[in-house]
């Protein structure tokens, strides 16, 4: 796996070869230039979420991924890092219209929930509401996997609201910083 590129310090009188300079300049700053990111979006729902379980959000579209976190065939509730540092994660969702229970959403990684990743509600009626989760810093080393979970306690199984681009459930990651 790839690793964060690093500045090299240079002494007075060296002379910087194009080696040097690909791997110590270019590639850091070109690093900086485009860092990690993605987001994805399930266009298509999956099966109906079981009442008062928490369940992870599986993400058939991809809108960008260009550090290959994600795949659509395989884990696809997933974003796997490919660099150690800090990420920004942040997403949402809306279920099928129902007025009864709780809608809750949460982040976790490799099983565990993140602090301060979740986000609850109550629907109120039965229109079609939408759920932001708050965005939040998260740390992952290299192979960390980080998911987007939802849960609803209607008494009945509900499934993610898929119908309208602007309720997709969605799920973004963004690389910050080493």
Same mark, same amino acid.
């Given at each position: 796996m790839?690793?964060?590129?690093?500045? %090299?310090? &240079?002494?007075?009188?060296?002379?910087?070869?194009? /080696?040097?300079?690909? *791997?110590?300049?270019?590639?850091?700053?070109?690093?900086?230039?485009?860092?990690?990111?993605?987001? @994805?979006?399930? *266009?298509?729902a999956?099966?109906?979420?079981?009442?008062?379980?928490f369940?992870a959000?599986?993400?058939?579209?991809?809108?960008?991924?260009s550090?290959? /976190?994600?795949s659509?065939?395989? $884990?696809t509730?997933?974003?796997t890092?490919?660099?150690? +540092?800090?990420?920004?994660?942040?997403?949402?969702?809306a279920?099928? @219209?129902?007025? *009864? +229970?709780?809608?809750?959403?949460? &982040?976790?990684?490799?099983?565990?929930?993140?602090?301060?990743?979740s986000?609850?509600? $109550?629907p +109120?009626?039965?229109?079609?509401i939408?759920?932001?989760? %708050?965005?939040?810093?998260? &740390?992952? $080393?290299?192979?960390?996997?980080?998911?987007?979970f939802?849960?609803?306690d209607?008494?009945?199984?509900l499934?993610p &609201?898929?119908t309208?681009?602007e309720?997709?459930?969605?799920?973004?990651v963004?690389?910050?910083?080493?």
């Open positions: 790839p690793s964060v590129p690093i500045t %090299r310090v &240079f002494v007075a009188g060296e002379v910087v070869l194009a /080696g040097y300079f690909n *791997t110590y300049i270019s590639g850091p700053v070109n690093f900086l230039l485009s860092p990690p990111l993605f987001q @994805g979006r399930q *266009t298509t999956q099966t109906a979420l079981t009442t008062a379980t369940t959000i599986l993400f058939d579209t991809e809108d960008v991924d550090a290959n /976190g994600h659509t065939s395989s $884990n509730s997933r974003y890092a490919q660099y150690t +540092g800090w990420y920004r994660a942040g997403g949402g969702m279920f099928a @219209g129902n007025a *009864t +229970g709780r809608r809750l959403s949460r &982040f976790i990684v490799n099983t565990s929930t993140v602090v301060a990743g986000l609850s509600g $109550n +109120g009626n039965a229109a079609v939408g759920y932001a989760l %708050r965005p939040t810093l998260v &740390f992952l $080393n290299q192979t960390d996997f980080l998911e987007t939802g849960f609803q209607s008494g009945s199984g499934q &609201f898929v309208n681009p309720y997709q459930p969605s799920f973004n963004e690389f910050i910083s080493a």
